[in-house]
């Protein structure tokens, strides 16, 4: 069961960080893992009064706020005519609006869950984080952080780059945890692949040569195998280690035709 | 610590612990509509309207509806009764316990999309689990209200 002492709505992000130094204070997302969790938290603090709630565009970027709901974020259209539907794609299938409503894109980035759509699909778009103190780092360098620095995640920002993607995740039944979550990107004349699956944060792989001669059946099944024998998986309730990775060959298949198919 | 808030268009202040759940929050003040269900932010069961959109009361902090409007079925009886009669008539509510959640999110979907695909009313109600139906008879109902609509 959570409890949780005393409730603060920061007046600033120097007041969250101070706050958050503290190990039995947490901030709140949209809750819906703390929810989950047994734990007595000494102060919940809410960012919600720090207008991080909107998404600005920028000549170079679009700027994401921590506290932007992910269903904000996947009806945004600028952010949809960026990512030709694939944001939208990679959120649809977590839990239910009502879910998605409250549940924030600074709160799914900052659990650094390996499962995480979110993760997956902000790798892809190269997307970069924003600390209070740390400043801008890229999602890897983010995801390597140590869980005991405690910082505030301002925002992120998301190149106004346009690129072809495919996303696709596999899930057990609709609306649960995926299983494996699988984007597939073409950028700078090199396709990769982003791969997020327990126990692991999502991770990039370049097709290394792999799909130099094009995208065919035979090669998208070779960009697959080799992401797959270069991908760490673990098991859990939801799948075991070798599933994931015949997934995860599968998916990245798929994902690369379906790119090639896109781009005619 | 105390809160102000509207509920169902009141005002109510009311002192409350910092974890109080809003959807005790509002059981509290007779709003029994809004069920316990899964508690594992799956279900549906405590949709309320938080400002006017859907979210789940049973993963939301009462401290943090402070300062907005919180509307729940008892506050929208009349926007429900011109479709509930549709679901009925489906035999779409069996046991009844999701239907209120059904309700909540069926009325955010339709102010969202007057006009919703069969896939887009899919996609809206993937959130609310039943445990009686397959869905097909919410389906239904929803398709023929808006059929009926459209006919004038």
Known sequence: MLTIREYVRAKSLEEAYALAQKRNN???????WLNLQKRNVGTAIDLCDLGLDAIEETETDYRVGAMVSLRAFEQHQGLQT????????????????QFRNSATVGGSVYARFGFSDVTTILMALEAKVELYKAGVLTMEEFAALPRTQRDILVRIIIPKVRRSI?????????????????????????????????????AIYPDGGVLA???????ARAFGGKVAAEAVFGSNSRSGADYRRKVAAVLVRRAALALKEQEG | MEIKLTLNGKAVTAHIEADTLLLDFVRARGCLSVKRGCETENCGLCTVLL????????????????GHHVQTLEGLQEEAADFVG??????????????PGFVMN???????????????IRAYLAGNLCRCSGYEGQLRGIRAYLDSKKEG
């Open chain 2, 86 to 99: 549709f679901i009925a008539d489906q035999g779409a509510e069996q046991c009844g316990f999701c239907n």
């Open chain 1, 166 to 202: 495919c996303y696709l995740s596999q899930r057990n039944t609709k609306t649960d945890i995926p299983v494996l979550t699988c984007a597939v990107v073409h950028r700078e004349g090199e396709t990769f692949a982003v791969v997020g699956a327990c126990p692991r944060p999502a």
């Open chain 1, 26 to 32: 947490v901030v709140l997302g949209g809750m819906g």
């Open chain 1, 213 to 219: 001669e094009g995208i065919t059946e035979e090669t």
């Open chain 2, 106 to 120: 069926t009325i955010a979907l339709l102010r969202e999309n007057p006009d919703p695909t069969d896939d887009e």
């Open chain 2, 51 to 66: 400002d006017g959109k859907p979210i789940l009361s049973c993963a939301t902090l009462a401290a943090r509806a402070a």
């Open chain 1, 82 to 97: 960026l990512s030709q539907g694939a944001i939208a794609e990679s959120l649809k299938g977590i839990v239910g609006v």
